[in-house]
Each structure stands twice: as structure tokens, then as C-alpha cells.
């Protein structure tokens, strides 16, 4: 059993940044890989980022790239989302995920813990 908490949500203009932190509990967070997802209101919850167990490898949406970073400490059981060049479209509730049947990708069943969410709203 993993569980997940979210921090570092918050209100931000347009162009500023933020960074996520995804704390797990359990022993065994280094090996899952670690997702994270966002959901606006009114739509489908979406991949954003996901990365491998030990970091080395990590996948991004097309709509992030470039201006999101997913990071890991696995000594701290902390995954991380680092978003820069914020644009209002990025407004929603960002959740992390962690999966043992997934190298990070972007495929949400493939992850089995889900977090609460943290709000990420970006004014213009």
C-alpha cells in the first residue's frame, strides 16, 4: 500500500512557475514509477509527466514539454513537478500516481495509488 499527498499547488500569472511535491509513504516507493496527472473542470483527466523507478527515465505530454520537469528523490519518497512558463490552460487539479506495472507512461490504468490532488490555477 502506497499513499500519496500532493503540495505546492497554488495561484500563479501567466509565465511564473511552480514545483509540485508528491510525498509517499511505504518502503517500497523506489520501485514504482511515478505519474502525474491534471483534471480541468468540464474535462477528462490527462497524462502530464510520469517517471521511471529510478529516474532515468521520463515521458511528458506534448502540451508540457519543454516546460515541465518530473524529478524523484527516492531517499525522500518525493517525487517532483517542476512547472515553468505557466500558461492558464495548465489550471487544474494535478494528482501524482505511482505504479509498479509501468515504467511511467502515460497510461492511467497501468497506475494503482492515486494521490487527493493539489490546485494549480494560472491567471492571465
Known amino acids: 500500500q502506497v499513499q500519496l499527498v500532493e503540495s505546492g499547488g497554488g495561484l500563479v500569472q501567466a509565465g511564473g512557475s511552480l514545483r509540485l511535491s508528491c510525498a509517499a509513504s511505504?518502503?517500497?516507493?523506489?520501485?514504482?514509477?511515478m505519474g502525474w496527472f491534471r483534471q480541468a473542470p468540464g474535462k477528462e483527466r490527462e497524462f502530464v509527466a510520469g517517471?521511471?523507478?529510478?529516474?532515468?527515465?521520463?515521458y511528458y505530454a506534448d502540451s508540457v514539454k519543454g516546460r515541465f520537469t518530473a524529478s524523484r528523490d527516492n531517499a525522500k519518497n518525493t517525487v517532483y513537478l517542476q512547472m515553468n512558463s505557466l500558461k492558464p490552460e495548465d489550471t487544474a487539479v494535478y494528482y501524482c500516481?505511482?505504479?509498479?506495472?509501468?515504467?511511467?507512461?502515460?497510461?492511467?490504468?497501468?497506475?494503482?495509488?492515486w494521490g487527493q490532488g493539489t490546485q494549480v490555477t494560472v491567471s492571465s
Open positions: 500516481a505511482a505504479g509498479s506495472q509501468t515504467d511511467g507512461s502515460s497510461l492511467a490504468v497501468r497506475y494503482a495509488y
Open positions: 511505504g518502503r517500497t516507493f523506489s520501485s514504482y514509477a
Open positions: 517517471i521511471s523507478w529510478n529516474g532515468g527515465n521520463t
